[in-house]
Structures are given as C-alpha cells and as structure tokens.
C-alpha cells in the first residue's frame, strides 16, 4: 500500500467520503456489480467527476489487506476510494465547531485506546451525539486509520479528530480554557448522580488498564457506569457511548 495514502473501504463510507466533499484520488470498483448500492455510488462519482477504475475482486483485496479484524482481508463490499492520508484537526477547530453551533465544548478524550475498531465506533457515536471533537495521543493509540474510518461509517468526516502528544497536557490546557474533565473509572462516582452540563471533556481508557492514574488525578472528577449485571466491566467504545449519551441528555434536559 501506498504510505502516502490511505483507503476508504465499504459502501457507506465511501458515499459518506464522496457526500462530505472529501478529497478522493480514485474510487475502485469491482467488476461485474451493478446492484442498487453500487449504481448509486457510480452515479455520485461520476457527479463528483471522480477518477473510477473497474477491478477484479482480487485487486480490492489486495488493498484491504490487513484492514479486517485479526489482520484479515477488509470487508470492501467491492468499492475502496483511495484517499491522501488522513489529515487531523488542531484543538481550535474543536472550539470553532462549538462556537458556530454555540454550544459549551463536548469533547471526548481516548487515552491509550489501541482497537482502531474501538476508535472508529466512538467516533461513530461521538459525531451522532453531538461532540465537537475527539482527541487520541500519539503514542500506544490506535490512529485514523482506513479501518477504524470504516467502523466509524464516515462519521470521520463530520468530526474533528485531534492528535496530541500529551494527553495529560492537553487536559491541563483545557482545565485553563474552563472546560471541565470527567474519567471513565469504576472507582468513581455514579454517572446518573453527576451533574455534567456545560463545557466537559469526558475521558476514556484503553482497552486493557483503562485512564491511567495521573490522568484521573488530572481530571476534575471521576464517574462510573453502575451496572447491576454480572458483567463488571464495559469496552472502550461502549463505556463512552454511555457517557456521552448521558452528557447529551443532561445538555438537553435544560433547554
């Protein structure tokens, strides 16, 4: 695969990519499809006036390689549109997005989430609830990759995603702008009984040891799902999906 590319795989988020104006290369196709789904697609590339290339199923495989879960062969569903690689949004266009719908900042932070199917999920969630932005560090973090775009369902176009050096740094730097900081712990106290109205930045752990000690220390409170099942414990892109929709609801309980 070209490095200085990426590729958008899968039905919806290749017509999302399209729809949102992304910036497309190429948009593959595998010949001999002609359902509905895929005659819409052709008709809004060639809308777009996009370069469409008609491949071998094989040729899709090829360059879904590796983007499957285990490392197997993406599920392409016979379209990839061949992207620039990812280009990730500052910490102002954060604020812009808030500003123009003049709302107090929502803005989810994923400390050291390493599922890319995890990444795409929240994003996913984080876009249809509202958030202005996520934010994922650098290191031992899954990043905006084809596979976590396609999870996502497109909802990474819509959203700004945010790469930090320094998670830490960058909830001190919020903590200065008057934005309020939740983690996600099961030591914390209940998410029903926290008030979280207003500007907030809701914190979520990795899949393995969750929001390391001195980001919770960072943070302004710690809040946790009560779950009265058996099951103790929430994955990354669940636990946030909870969060946000409870933050969501609170935000909209008052108007």
């Known amino acids: ?55 071998p199923r094989a040729k899709l495989d090829e360059l879904c390689a590796g983007m499957g879960a285990e490392g197997r062969i993406g599920n392409h569903q016979g379209v990839v ?5 990812f280009a990730y949004s500052e910490m102002d266009d954060v604020f812009a ?3 123009e719908r003049g709302e107090p900042p929502f803005i989810v932070i994923l400390d050291s989430v390493q599922d890319p199917h995890n990444l ?12 202005h932005g996520v934010v994922i560090g650098k290191r031992r973090a899954a990043l905006l990759t084809a596979a976590a775009f396609k999870v996502s369902c497109g909802a990474a176009q819509y959203i700004p995603v945010v790469k930090v050096t320094n998670v830490n740094h960058t909830i001190e730097d919020l903590k200065k702008k008057n934005v309020w900081t939740a983690a996600a712990d099961m030591d914390g106290q209940p998410l029903a009984k926290t008030n979280l109205k207003g500007a907030y930045a809701l914190v979520i752990g990795g899949e393995s040891e969750g929001v390391a000690r001195l980001t919770k220390e960072l943070c302004d409170i710690v809040v946790k799902i009560e779950m009265p099942g058996r099951t103790t414990s929430l994955n990354a892109a669940c636990a946030a999906s909870i969060l946000m929709y409870e933050k969501r609801r609170q935000d909209m309980a008052g108007k």
Request: hydrophobic share 45%.
């Open 81 to 85: 549109a061949q992207i620039p690689a």
């Open 97 to 99: 997005l808030a500003e």
């Open 120 to 131: 795409g999920a929240v994003l996913r969630s984080a876009e249809a609830l509202g958030a």
């Open 1 to 55: 695969m070209d490095e200085k590319r990426e590729y958008i795989i899968g039905r919806n988020s290749v017509r999302e990519a399209i729809r949102s104006g992304e910036q497309i290369d190429k948009v593959f196709f595998q010949q001999g499809l002609a359902d509905g789904s895929i005659r819409e697609l052709l008709m809004l590339a060639r809308q777009g006036k996009l370069v469409i290339v008609e491949v």
